[in-house]
């Protein structure tokens, strides 16, 4: 697992930011690029970055930008061993794992490098569970850590960076910590869905939603929904 040591200066510089840029897009070109973000105008600002295009320039490298994780596999090619997938952890419906997770599972999967809002190491050991190739703290990004991470990725060599790092190797009692399928419906729950729009949302019974649920608040001691919602903050579980 790769860590990188190429870091920011404390106040970075016009001329070591263009050098990042330079860097960032020579290690892309071998390349085709997925963005998965929620922010349509900063998707198509990084991909003009870590491209080298101008804003609104297509370019044969970027294959989309989506909004929504159910939208992805659809942008992805059946053959996609050359694609690298930039995605944040939470796009608009929802956590972005449980589907690139599917795509990873593909006979032919693409490499994916994953933006945590704010890491836990529960949703850690699930992304790695699920295979994702590099993961980065969202913290991170506009600091050097893309370009380490996608240097890495590009050599075949696994990536977290230092937060993820750090984080991983946090020890206390696991007992009582959330599942990754756990946060995922903590997440829900903090936008304010009943048990039965998250039943709809993960296509599961609205009984087992409801079970989960009762599981989550009784993990995280809290009384009701929207205690548990500000435990998930408190705790790192929600960004």
Not at 180 to 192: K, M
């Amino acid at each position: 697992m790769e860590q990188g040591q190429d870091h920011a200066p404390t106040q970075p510089d016009p001329l070591w930011l263009q050098e990042q840029k330079r860097r960032l897009s020579d290690e892309l070109r071998p390349w085709r690029l997925l963005l998965c973000t929620t922010d349509r105008t900063y998707g198509l600002l990084m991909a003009a970055h870590m491209l080298d295009t101008p804003a609104g320039q297509p370019s044969q490298q970027l294959l989309g930008l989506c909004h929504r994780a159910a939208s992805v596999p659809a942008l992805l090619p059946e053959i996609a061993t050359d694609v690298l997938v930039l995605s944040q952890e939470f796009l608009q419906d929802g956590p972005a794992l449980p589907v690139l997770g599917q795509l990873l599972q593909r006979p032919s999967p693409p490499t994916v490098l994953l933006s945590l809002a704010n890491p836990h190491r529960v949703v850690i050991r699930a992304a790695l569970a699920a295979g994702v190739q590099g993961l980065i703290s969202q913290e991170n990004v506009g600091r050097g850590v893309v370009l380490q991470a996608v240097t890495s990725l590009g050599r075949g060599q696994a990536f977290l960076d230092a937060r993820c790092q750090a984080v991983l190797a946090e020890t206390g009692p696991a007992s009582l910590e959330l599942t990754a399928r756990e946060v995922e419906i903590l997440a829900l729950v903090a936008e304010g869905c009943t048990n039965r729009a998250i039943a709809e949302r993960l296509q599961i019974a609205e009984v087992t939603a409801r079970d989960h649920v009762q599981r989550i608040l009784s993990k995280l001691q809290v009384p009701d929904r929207t205690a548990a919602a500000v435990a998930g903050l408190r705790l790192g579980y929600l960004p």
